[in-house]
């Protein structure tokens, strides 16, 4: 791997020395972990509590990639990204010297007034680009492989567990950089197919084995 990696940032090219290269690792699994967790939870937590839109990509598995988009941009985990400024500007009124830091509200952007009804979760919205991996030269490496991970997990969780709620009355608490729910309690039975709530090809029969279970994701440290 180390043979393939040049940095080309410095006019000459030259092989990642192995400090590095273990920089960049940590870095890639730092990057995907904490997020797509946090972004799992969010996507979990809104189709618990919107049964229409949980019955919409049951009946229509195509609707899992907006789906999955919209999660993105309305649970956007990320609230912002620094950037240090490369030049003296000045930004609608407002100078900007080189060395300053900004922090852009990407979360906020995808909020903005371009998303028709921008605060409601619409499940088919038609695609427009969202910052949820935020933009440019420093736009998250993992992109692709989060949206596929989400997709793929929405789609499996949704084939197992068609109907599931959260089971706790207690407030849902944010914590961290990342807005990521410190606790999701979820439960399902088969209580509710014996109500005839089952849709789709799965038999009745293949929940009445199971009892209530109940998941919880396991609070953060620090
Ligand atoms: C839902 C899941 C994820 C979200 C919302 C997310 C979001 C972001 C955001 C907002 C940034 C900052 C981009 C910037 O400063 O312009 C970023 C950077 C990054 N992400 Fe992700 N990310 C996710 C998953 C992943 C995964 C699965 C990986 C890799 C396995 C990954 C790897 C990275 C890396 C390496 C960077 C740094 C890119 C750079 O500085 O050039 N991310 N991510």
């Known amino acids: 791997m180390r043979s393939r990696i040049e940095l080309e940032s410095e006019g000459a090219a030259r092989l990642v020395s192995h400090e590095e290269l273990l920089d960049i690792c940590f870095m890639l699994v730092v990057a995907g972990l904490d997020t797509t967790r946090a972004q799992l939870g969010w996507m979990l937590y809104h189709f618990a509590t919107h049964p229409e839109d949980r019955r919409r990509v049951i009946e229509d598995p195509d609707l899992v990639v907006s789906a999955v988009e919209e999660v993105l941009r309305y649970y956007s985990i990320i609230y912002g990204d620094g950037r240090k400024v490369v030049r003296d500007m000045e930004y609608q009124g407002c100078p900007i010297k080189k060395g300053d830091m900004i922090y852009g509200m990407t979360s906020a952007a995808n909020r903005d007034r371009k998303f028709e009804d ?99 994701l396991p609070p953060l440290t620090g």
């Open 118 to 216: 921008a605060d409601s979760f619409i499940i088919d919205r038609a695609p427009i680009p969202n910052l949820a991996f935020a933009a440019g030269p420093h736009r998250c490496l993992g992109a692709h492989l989060a949206r596929s991970e989400l997709q793929i997990a929405l789609q499996e969780w949704l084939r197992v567990i068609p109907y599931y709620h959260v089971d706790s009355d207690e407030p849902l608490i944010e914590r961290g950089a990342q807005l990521s729910l410190v606790s999701l309690p979820l439960a399902w039975s088969t209580a509710e197919e014996a109500n005839g709530l089952l849709c789709g090809s799965q038999s009745p029969a293949t929940y009445a084995l199971d009892t209530a279970v109940v998941m919880a």
